[in-house]
T-cell receptor, first 109, second 121 residues
C-alpha cells in the first residue's frame, strides 16, 4: 500500500498569512492530486500534477510535484477565510487512488 | 449538472442490524470507489470497480462488508451485521479511466458524492 503522509495535520492562521502544506511518500507516483473538502461534503479536486518538478498555479494556490515524484506541496498566498477546509493529497494512478492523512486548515478573519 | 448521488445521507442503526448504502455514479464513468472517512483514520479505500467488475476490495472487512455493482447506474455497500466501530462517513466516488495512454484518465478527477453518515449504536 502506498502511504501518503501530510504535514502539518492542523493549521490555524490569520487571514492574509501564507502557508505551505506538504505531502510525502516513500513511493513514486505517476501523478498526484490535491483535493479540498468542506464540512458535510465530499472532496473536490483542485489540481493534478503529473511531471516531476511540475509547478501549477490556481489563483493564490501553488502546487509543486517533487522531482522524484514522491512528494508534493501546496502553498497558499494571502489566505482567506474561504480557504478553510480539509486539504487532501491523493495518488495511485491507474490502479487505485489512496488519500493522504489530510491537513485541516482554519483561516481566521 | 452531473453528480454522484448517495443514499441515505444519514443513518442511525443499532448494532447487529444490516445497513445498505447506495450510490449512483455519474453517467459514463467507468470506475467507482467506496471510501470510509473517520477522524482517526482519514479517508480509507474500501473497494473499487471498473466497468462494474470488482478490482480491489482488500480494504474491506470481508466477514461483514460486501460491495456490488448490479448495473452501471448503481453501486451498493452492505454491512451485515453492523458494529459501533463501523460508524463513519462513507463516500462513493466515480471517475472515467481511459485505458489508452495516461495512467489515470483525461484529468484523473474523482467526483465524490456527499457521503452517507452512519452511526451504529
Amino acid at each position: 500500500t502506498q502511504l501518503l503522509e501530510q504535514s502539518p495535520q492542523f493549521l490555524s492562521i490569520q487571514e492574509g498569512e501564507n502557508l505551505t502544506v506538504y505531502c510525502n511518500s516513500s513511493s513514486v507516483f505517476s501523478s498526484l492530486q490535491w483535493y479540498r473538502q468542506e464540512p458535510g461534503e465530499g472532496p473536490v479536486l483542485l489540481v493534478t500534477v503529473v511531471t516531476g518538478g511540475e509547478v501549477k498555479k490556481l489563483k493564490r494556490l501553488t502546487f509543486q510535484f517533487g522531482d522524484a515524484r514522491k512528494d508534493s506541496s501546496l502553498h497558499i498566498t494571502a489566505a482567506q477565510p474561504g480557504d478553510t477546509g480539509l486539504y487532501l493529497c491523493a495518488g495511485g494512478g491507474y490502479q487505485k487512488v489512496t488519500f493522504g492523512t489530510g491537513t485541516k486548515l482554519q483561516v481566521i478573519p | 449538472d452531473a453528480r454522484v448521488t448517495q443514499t441515505p445521507r444519514h443513518k442511525v442503526t443499532e448494532m447487529g442490524q444490516e445497513v445498505t448504502m447506495r450510490c449512483q455514479p455519474i453517467l459514463g464513468h467507468n470506475t467507482v470507489f467506496w471510501y470510509r472517512q473517520t477522524m482517526m483514520q482519514g479517508l480509507e479505500l474500501l473497494a473499487y470497480f471498473r466497468n462494474r467488475a470488482p478490482l480491489d476490495d482488500s480494504g474491506m472487512p470481508k466477514d461483514r462488508f460486501s460491495a456490488e455493482m448490479p448495473d452501471a447506474t448503481l453501486a451498493t455497500l452492505k454491512i451485515q451485521p453492523s458494529e459501533p466501530r463501523d460508524s463513519a462517513v462513507y463516500f462513493c466516488a466515480s471517475g472515467l479511466v481511459e485505458l489508452a495512454h495516461r495512467p489515470w484518465g483525461r484529468s484523473g478527477e474523482l467526483f465524490f458524492g456527499e457521503g452517507s453518515r452512519l452511526t451504529v449504536l
